[in-house]
Nanobody, 131 residues
Framework: QVQLVESGGGSVQAGGSLILSCAAS????????MAWFRQAPGKEREGVAA????????YYGDSVKGRFTISEDNYKNTVYLQMNSLKPEDAAMYYC????????????????????????WGQGTQVTVSS
């Protein structure tokens, strides 16, 4: 079991920045990917960024490339999401997720953002962007 706790959400004006954090605890040796997803009301969950923990392979959703940066601190089992140049359309609940040994991405293969590949999820942190 892995527990994930997100923090850092809040309200910001368009063009501003926020840093989200996700701290993992529990069986932290048993996942390969840490990822951020987001979901706005009435919309499907969308993959934002993912990192192959300890390896460094990084993937971004098309809508955030060039604006968001994912990074990790392996010693703290924490992943960060630096969000710059925020837009109103970035407003959503942001979720942190990790895979498990039963996931097809476990071992390093990446198939694109698919929430079904992630087995443990945090409670989410809200990001609001005003225009």
């Amino acid at each position: 079991q892995v527990q994930l706790v997100e923090s850092g959400g809040g309200s910001v004006q368009a063009g501003g920045s926020l840093i989200l954090s996700c701290a993992a605890s529990g069986d932290t040796s048993n996942y390969d990917y840490m990822a951020w997803f987001r979901q706005a009301p009435g919309k499907e969950r969308e993959g934002v960024a993912a990192i192959h923990a300890g390896v460094g392979s990084i993937y971004y959703g098309d809508s955030v490339k060039g604006r968001f940066t994912i990074s990790e601190d392996n010693y703290k089992n924490t992943v960060y999401l630096q969000m710059n140049s925020l837009k109103p359309e970035d407003a959503a609940m942001y979720y942190c997720a990790v895979d498990s040994p039963f996931s097809r991405v476990h071992g390093g293969n990446w198939y694109g953002f698919d929430s079904a590949d992630f087995d443990y999820w945090g409670q989410g942190t809200q990001v609001t962007v005003s225009s």
